[in-house]
């Protein structure tokens, strides 16, 4: 059991740049979530992916996007960056339905100036 | 929607003493509920889960949480506090078994020496 790794741990942007943020799953775990954890808050589902397709997404506009690869490892895409984007992204993977628990990564620091 | 409610963002107890957490959930039938623990810098940690079993669930550390129908609650408890359990403390829910989880607003847990 390798765990989740996440990648980078902290990165600065500039508001309107763009960013990808990765993650590596969990072998075997063929279900990924991204959360988005603002300070002093708890994390908000971004979207969930399921054998390399979306099948779930949050309140999140658009410009959020994401991919899985075939390797368990998936990205997160943030396009035009906001001020309100600074916050802790959170990957999570599960090998099956999400009742049955997710491993979580220990995420990237996003900070938008 | 469905939502969890944590109540107390910051609770204080001396080591050695109860340590209660409290959660209440919305749903019009038994979700499926969980307990995180965030400790500093770091991702989230499962630290017990119902899934429809036992009410009085035992988790990792010493913790454990039992579900109220009656009060719809999940209260997460520890008859005696360590200095290690300072951590940040996510309440969340399943509403169903294909859907998202649902975080609350965590509970920030401190230690007295």
């Known amino acids: 059991e390798t765990g989740v790794t996440q990648s980078p741990t902290h990165l600065i942007k500039t508001r309107g740049q763009q960013v990808t943020l990765r993650c590596s799953s969990q072998?075997?775990?063929?279900?990924v979530s991204w959360y988005q954890q603002a300070l002093g808050q708890g994390p908000q589902f971004i979207f969930q992916?399921?054998?390399?397709?979306?099948?779930g997404r949050g309140n999140f506009p658009p410009r959020f996007s994401g991919l899985q690869f075939p390797n368990y490892s998936s990205e997160l895409n943030v396009n035009a960056l906001e001020l309100d984007d600074s916050a802790l992204y959170l990957c999570?993977?599960?090998?099956?339905?999400?009742?049955?628990?997710?491993?979580f990564g220990s995420g990237t620091r996003l900070t938008v100036v | 929607a469905q939502s969890v409610t944590q109540l107390g963002s910051h609770v204080s107890v001396s080591e050695g003493a109860l340590v209660l957490l409290r959660c209440n959930y919305s749903?019009?039938?038994?979700?499926?509920l969980f307990w995180y623990v965030q400790y500093p810098n770091q991702g989230l940690q499962l630290l017990l889960k119902?899934?429809?079993?036992?009410?009085l669930v035992k988790g990792i550390n010493g913790f454990e949480a039992e579900f109220k129908k009656s009060e719809t609650s999940f209260h997460l408890t520890k008859p005696s506090a360590h200095m290690s359990d300072a951590a940040e403390y996510f309440c969340?829910?399943?509403?169903?078994?294909?859907?998202?989880?649902?975080f609350g607003k965590g509970t920030r847990l401190h230690i007295l020496p």
């Open positions: 749903s019009s039938v038994p979700p499926y």
């Open positions: 119902y899934t429809s079993a036992a009410t």
């Open positions: 072998s075997g775990h063929n279900t």
């Open positions: 992916y399921y054998r390399e397709e979306e099948n």
């Open positions: 969340a829910v399943i509403p169903n078994r294909d859907d998202k989880i649902i």
């Open positions: 999570a993977s599960s090998s099956g339905q999400a009742l049955y628990g997710y491993t």
